[in-house]
Protein backbone atom coordinates (compact mmCIF):
# COMPACT_ATOMS: atom_id res chain seq x y z
CA UNK A 1 0.00 0.00 0.00
CA UNK A 2 1.20 3.52 -0.73
CA UNK A 3 0.90 6.36 1.56
CA UNK A 4 0.82 10.03 1.47
CA UNK A 5 2.01 13.17 3.67
CA UNK A 6 1.98 16.49 3.38
CA UNK A 7 4.41 17.83 5.27
CA UNK A 8 2.84 21.57 6.13
CA UNK A 9 -1.31 21.89 6.96
CA UNK A 10 -1.22 25.79 6.38
CA UNK A 11 1.59 27.95 4.43
CA UNK A 12 0.75 31.43 4.29
CA UNK A 13 3.00 33.56 1.77
CA UNK A 14 2.87 37.03 0.42
CA UNK A 15 2.04 38.32 -3.10
CA UNK A 16 5.18 37.64 -6.02
CA UNK A 17 6.93 35.61 -3.17
CA UNK A 18 8.14 32.00 -3.98
CA UNK A 19 6.77 28.95 -2.77
CA UNK A 20 7.13 25.25 -1.68
CA UNK A 21 4.95 23.16 -0.80
CA UNK A 22 6.50 19.34 0.31
CA UNK A 23 4.96 16.26 0.06
CA UNK A 24 6.50 12.92 0.93
CA UNK A 25 5.55 9.79 -0.38
CA UNK A 26 5.86 5.88 0.68
CA UNK A 27 5.03 2.95 -1.51
CA UNK A 28 7.20 -0.36 -1.81
CA UNK A 29 6.79 -0.38 -5.79
CA UNK A 30 6.96 2.38 -8.58
CA UNK A 31 4.46 5.15 -8.63
CA UNK A 32 2.69 7.94 -10.25
CA UNK A 33 2.47 11.17 -8.57
CA UNK A 34 0.14 14.39 -9.03
CA UNK A 35 -0.78 17.34 -7.31
CA UNK A 36 -4.79 18.69 -7.46
CA UNK A 37 -5.70 22.33 -6.92
CA UNK A 38 -8.73 23.10 -5.33
CA UNK A 39 -10.19 26.52 -5.13
CA UNK A 40 -13.12 27.32 -2.43
CA UNK A 41 -16.17 25.69 -3.29
CA UNK A 42 -15.05 23.70 -6.38
CA UNK A 43 -13.97 20.82 -7.57
CA UNK A 44 -10.23 19.71 -7.73
CA UNK A 45 -8.29 20.24 -11.05
CA UNK A 46 -4.89 18.49 -12.13
CA UNK A 47 -2.46 20.65 -11.83
CA UNK A 48 0.81 18.60 -12.99
CA UNK A 49 1.53 14.74 -13.22
CA UNK A 50 4.53 12.77 -13.06
CA UNK A 51 4.99 9.46 -15.17
CA UNK A 52 8.01 8.21 -15.76
CA UNK A 53 11.12 10.58 -17.79
CA UNK A 54 12.10 14.07 -16.46
CA UNK A 55 11.62 14.37 -12.89
CA UNK A 56 11.49 18.30 -13.24
CA UNK A 57 7.85 18.72 -14.00
CA UNK A 58 5.60 21.77 -15.22
CA UNK A 59 2.01 22.16 -14.90
CA UNK A 60 -0.33 24.62 -15.44
CA UNK A 61 -0.50 28.16 -13.63
CA UNK A 62 3.37 28.23 -13.75
CA UNK A 63 3.79 25.42 -11.25
CA UNK A 64 6.70 22.96 -11.42
CA UNK A 65 7.50 19.90 -9.09
CA UNK A 66 10.52 18.14 -8.54
CA UNK A 67 10.33 13.96 -8.50
CA UNK A 68 13.06 13.06 -5.93
CA UNK A 69 13.24 9.07 -5.88
CA UNK A 70 15.90 9.10 -3.18
CA UNK A 71 13.98 11.34 -0.81
CA UNK A 72 10.50 9.92 -2.09
CA UNK A 73 9.37 13.46 -2.23
CA UNK A 74 7.41 15.67 -4.97
CA UNK A 75 7.57 19.08 -3.79
CA UNK A 76 5.86 21.36 -5.88
CA UNK A 77 7.04 24.92 -6.10
CA UNK A 78 6.22 28.38 -7.70
CA UNK A 79 8.59 30.85 -8.17
CA UNK A 80 6.15 34.32 -8.03
CA UNK A 81 2.89 34.03 -6.45
CA UNK A 82 -0.70 35.45 -6.65
CA UNK A 83 -3.47 36.31 -4.75
CA UNK A 84 -5.36 33.67 -7.25
CA UNK A 85 -3.27 31.39 -6.12
CA UNK A 86 -4.61 30.99 -2.87
CA UNK A 87 -6.55 27.41 -2.75
CA UNK A 88 -6.04 24.29 -1.09
CA UNK A 89 -3.22 22.15 -3.16
CA UNK A 90 -3.25 18.26 -3.13
CA UNK A 91 -0.72 15.56 -3.69
CA UNK A 92 -1.81 12.10 -4.20
CA UNK A 93 0.07 8.89 -5.55
CA UNK A 94 -1.11 5.62 -7.43
CA UNK A 95 0.65 2.57 -8.62
CA UNK A 96 1.62 3.18 -12.35
CA UNK A 97 -1.19 0.37 -13.23
CA UNK A 98 -3.65 1.90 -15.76
CA UNK A 99 -6.14 -0.25 -17.29
CA UNK A 100 -6.56 -2.28 -13.87
CA UNK A 101 -8.27 -1.55 -10.75
CA UNK A 102 -5.10 -0.90 -8.97
CA UNK A 103 -4.53 2.66 -10.56
CA UNK A 104 -6.29 4.23 -7.02
CA UNK A 105 -5.53 7.25 -6.09
CA UNK A 106 -4.08 7.92 -2.50
CA UNK A 107 -4.31 11.56 -1.67
CA UNK A 108 -2.41 13.58 1.30
CA UNK A 109 -4.04 15.40 3.63
CA UNK A 110 -4.21 18.95 1.46
CA UNK A 111 -2.24 21.96 2.08
CA UNK A 112 -3.76 25.31 2.45
CA UNK A 113 -1.95 27.81 0.36
CA UNK A 114 -2.94 31.68 1.01
CA UNK A 115 -1.25 34.41 -0.71
CA UNK A 116 -1.53 37.78 1.06
CA UNK A 117 -1.35 41.44 -0.79
CA UNK B 1 -13.08 20.53 -18.49
CA UNK B 2 -14.26 16.85 -18.71
CA UNK B 3 -18.35 16.88 -18.44
CA UNK B 4 -18.71 15.31 -15.26
CA UNK B 5 -21.89 16.40 -12.83
CA UNK B 6 -23.30 16.07 -9.65
CA UNK B 7 -26.60 15.73 -8.24
CA UNK B 8 -28.25 17.27 -5.93
CA UNK B 9 -25.20 19.92 -5.27
CA UNK B 10 -26.84 20.55 -1.54
CA UNK B 11 -28.26 17.97 0.28
CA UNK B 12 -29.51 18.40 4.55
CA UNK B 13 -30.89 14.91 5.30
CA UNK B 14 -32.21 13.31 9.05
CA UNK B 15 -30.13 10.76 10.77
CA UNK B 16 -31.69 7.62 9.24
CA UNK B 17 -33.09 8.18 5.95
CA UNK B 18 -31.65 7.29 2.49
CA UNK B 19 -29.72 9.67 0.60
CA UNK B 20 -28.58 8.55 -3.44
CA UNK B 21 -25.89 10.78 -4.95
CA UNK B 22 -26.12 10.95 -8.42
CA UNK B 23 -22.23 11.00 -10.53
CA UNK B 24 -23.15 11.67 -14.97
CA UNK B 25 -20.41 11.86 -17.23
CA UNK B 26 -20.41 12.43 -20.96
CA UNK B 27 -17.32 11.48 -21.61
CA UNK B 28 -17.50 7.63 -21.78
CA UNK B 29 -14.37 7.22 -19.58
CA UNK B 30 -14.52 3.68 -18.55
CA UNK B 31 -13.00 4.01 -14.71
CA UNK B 32 -15.89 6.20 -11.92
CA UNK B 33 -14.56 6.74 -8.55
CA UNK B 34 -16.49 8.54 -5.37
CA UNK B 35 -14.22 10.19 -2.76
CA UNK B 36 -15.34 11.87 0.36
CA UNK B 37 -13.82 14.76 1.92
CA UNK B 38 -13.13 15.90 5.42
CA UNK B 39 -10.75 18.19 6.93
CA UNK B 40 -7.68 16.72 8.23
CA UNK B 41 -8.37 13.69 6.32
CA UNK B 42 -7.61 14.95 2.17
CA UNK B 43 -10.12 12.44 -0.03
CA UNK B 44 -10.28 9.07 0.84
CA UNK B 45 -11.58 6.68 -1.42
CA UNK B 46 -15.06 5.38 -0.76
CA UNK B 47 -16.18 3.14 -4.01
CA UNK B 48 -15.23 2.25 -7.23
CA UNK B 49 -16.13 1.32 -10.56
CA UNK B 50 -13.73 -0.27 -13.55
CA UNK B 51 -16.74 -0.75 -15.84
CA UNK B 52 -20.67 -1.49 -15.75
CA UNK B 53 -22.10 -3.18 -12.92
CA UNK B 54 -18.22 -3.73 -12.13
CA UNK B 55 -17.61 -1.88 -8.45
CA UNK B 56 -15.55 -2.59 -5.55
CA UNK B 57 -14.53 -1.15 -2.01
CA UNK B 58 -12.13 1.66 -1.00
CA UNK B 59 -10.90 2.65 2.27
CA UNK B 60 -13.98 4.19 3.70
CA UNK B 61 -16.93 1.88 2.20
CA UNK B 62 -18.80 0.90 5.32
CA UNK B 63 -22.03 2.59 5.32
CA UNK B 64 -22.26 2.83 1.53
CA UNK B 65 -23.19 1.31 -1.46
CA UNK B 66 -22.71 1.54 -5.26
CA UNK B 67 -24.72 0.62 -8.61
CA UNK B 68 -23.45 1.42 -12.16
CA UNK B 69 -26.08 0.38 -14.55
CA UNK B 70 -25.10 2.58 -17.46
CA UNK B 71 -21.55 3.90 -18.27
CA UNK B 72 -22.21 7.66 -17.73
CA UNK B 73 -23.98 7.06 -14.11
CA UNK B 74 -22.52 6.07 -10.90
CA UNK B 75 -24.59 6.00 -7.54
CA UNK B 76 -23.61 6.49 -4.08
CA UNK B 77 -25.94 5.17 -1.70
CA UNK B 78 -26.57 5.74 2.15
CA UNK B 79 -28.77 3.33 3.35
CA UNK B 80 -29.29 4.97 6.55
CA UNK B 81 -27.33 8.49 6.84
CA UNK B 82 -25.38 9.63 10.25
CA UNK B 83 -23.78 12.56 10.95
CA UNK B 84 -20.10 10.89 10.52
CA UNK B 85 -21.26 11.25 6.81
CA UNK B 86 -21.90 14.70 6.71
CA UNK B 87 -19.35 15.49 4.04
CA UNK B 88 -18.47 16.71 0.63
CA UNK B 89 -18.70 14.38 -1.96
CA UNK B 90 -16.35 14.16 -5.35
CA UNK B 91 -17.40 11.94 -8.04
CA UNK B 92 -14.29 11.39 -9.94
CA UNK B 93 -13.70 9.80 -13.61
CA UNK B 94 -10.73 8.13 -15.21
CA UNK B 95 -9.72 6.94 -18.61
CA UNK B 96 -6.59 4.73 -17.79
CA UNK B 97 -5.57 4.06 -21.07
CA UNK B 98 -2.95 1.21 -21.25
CA UNK B 99 -0.88 2.70 -23.96
CA UNK B 100 0.56 6.14 -22.91
CA UNK B 101 -0.93 5.50 -18.98
CA UNK B 102 -2.36 8.90 -18.27
CA UNK B 103 -3.65 7.73 -14.96
CA UNK B 104 -5.28 11.09 -14.22
CA UNK B 105 -8.77 11.45 -12.88
CA UNK B 106 -11.49 14.51 -13.88
CA UNK B 107 -13.47 15.57 -10.21
CA UNK B 108 -16.75 16.89 -10.38
CA UNK B 109 -18.23 19.92 -8.79
CA UNK B 110 -19.49 18.09 -5.19
CA UNK B 111 -21.88 17.24 -3.10
CA UNK B 112 -21.98 19.20 0.26
CA UNK B 113 -24.15 16.74 2.18
CA UNK B 114 -25.47 17.67 6.12
CA UNK B 115 -26.94 14.86 8.14
CA UNK B 116 -28.74 16.42 11.35
Known amino acids: AQSVTQLDSQVPVFEEAPVELRCNYS??????LFWYVQYPNQGLQLLLKYLSGSTLVKGINGFEAEFNKSQTSFHLRKPSVHISDTAEYFC???????????????FGQGTILTVHP | DAGITQSPRHKVTETGTPVTLRCHQTENHRYMYWYRQDPGHGLRLIHYSYGVKDTDKGEVSDGYSVSRSKTEDFLLTLESATSSQTSVYFCAISESKISGGHCEQYFGPGTRLTVT
Open chain 1, 27 to 32: SSVSVY
Open chain 1, 92 to 106: AVSRPLCGTSYGKLT
